[in-house]
């Protein structure tokens, strides 16, 4: 009995996640219409006037591009009844979320970092975010093309998990305008958390699947 609640607990926190990743694509979608053209008066363009046009400006849309893409693909990608339903559309699906992460969102990402608001140590993060978001799509590629299955299911769900730091980072920001957090250092932080947060979320979860069969043949 406590097997199945915790199978049907686990299985609620899922939909809660997903419902909550598609909330936060149609805000970002949504707002948009700030940045075409680019307003200056909104939060996140605010003092970047003086350089948006040119080098940042195309990695500030190559990422608004490519962001919420990839998460809508991913969404898709991670759902076993997709899979095995149409397996050879996961394959291409897959080749474009991992061609569009390779060669579109991390190098935007690393070229957004070198403009962070409050210095080096939130460039840092969002730069390390890209970095590990383009390495963990690499070796899931790899795993499939070796065929190992589970090696790869493994490392694009964490892969997932590094691009819902677009997810985290706008819940921090939230509960940063409702309990008034406007020093830097909350910033720098949320560059930081909003992706290490949901990787090790993936871990714990894996450690415990790992360890309920050996307590299972315990018991």
């Known amino acids: ?3 199945t609640l915790s199978h ?3 299985r609620l926190l899922k939909w809660l996640s997903v419902l909550l990743v598609v909330k936060v694509i149609v805000f970002t979608l949504y707002s948009y219409r700030n940045y075409f053209p680019p307003n200056f008066e909104v939060p ?4 970047r006037q003086s350089y948006f046009f040119g ?3 195309w990695s500030f849309y190559a990422h608004l591009a490519s962001g919420p893409t990839t998460l809508v693909l991913g969404l898709i990608l991670l759902s076993d009844r997709f899979r095995g339903r149409y397996p050879h559309g996961h394959r291409i699906l897959g080749r474009i979320q991992v061609g569009m992460i390779l060669f579109v ?3 935007s990402g ?3 970092s070198f403009y962070a608001l ?3 140590l939130a460039g840092v993060g969002f730069a390390t975010s890209a970095i590990a978001t383009g390495v963990c799509a690499i070796l899931g590629w790899r ?3 070796r065929r190992k299955i589970q090696t790869h299911r493994l490392w694009m769900l964490r892969c997932f998990a590094i691009l819902c730091s677009a997810v985290v980072i706008r819940i921090i920001g939230g509960m940063g305008t409702v309990y008034g957090w406007d020093a830097p250092w909350v910033y720098q932080a949320s560059a930081w958390i909003s992706w290490l947060l949901p990787l090790a979320l993936v871990e714990v979860h894996r450690n415990i699947q790992l360890v309920q069969p050996l307590s299972q043949s315990d018991s």
């Not at 996140?44 to 003092?47: A, E, S, V």
Request: aromatic residues 8%.
């Open 8 to 10: 049907h607990s686990i």
């Open 55 to 57: 080098q940042y400006s």
């Open 143 to 145: 795993a499939a093309v």
């Open 105 to 107: 969102l991390v190098p």
């Open 110 to 112: 690393i070229g957004m």
């Open 1 to 3: 009995m406590q097997i």
């Open 44 to 47: 996140f363009l605010l003092g």
């Open 118 to 120: 409050t210095g080096i």
